[in-house]
């Protein structure tokens, strides 16, 4: 199953739903789409408006890919669970958000992992999940990051009052 998800921003990302519905067909999997506040109903998807944190987890886990907008939470869950990661970034030129700090997470992350790819445009789109795909057969994983590793220790010894390791 391929899990998208818009996030809760009000405005519409009609473009990205589109695109990922009309796919859905030939992509030889279900898709479900969380699709915010917009009140979409895809033809080929199974469409879902608000959904819990809960609920966005379990289809992440469930999955084989993600495809979302360019949050950091997308990248964040898809990581968590070892999921590729397809990120669009919303586009505030086009009404899809407030201004174009997707654009700049989407920068941001562009090229960083092999199990995340940004695509700007939703032409790209159909390769980019067929390239995911295959990332899945493959069980490609994450690249280690050390600099996440030293957080979450620091983290977790701060939270259970115990020395923060250097």
Known sequence: MIFLTVGSAHQAFTRLLDAMDALAPSLGEPVIMQTGFSGYQGRHTTCEGYITFGKVHAYVRESTLVVGQASTGAVLMSRQYGKPLIVVPRDGARNEI?????????????????????????????AAIRRAQAKAREGLTYEADPERDRL???????????????
Request: overall charge negative.
């Open 98 to 126: 407030l201004d174009d700090h997707q654009y700049q997470t989407a920068r941001s992350i562009e090229g960083r992992s092999r199990m995340v790819e940004v695509v700007y445009e939703v032409g790209g789109l159909e």
């Open 152 to 166: 979450l220790a620091a983290i977790r010894a701060a939270v259970h009052g115990r020395e923060i390791p250097a």
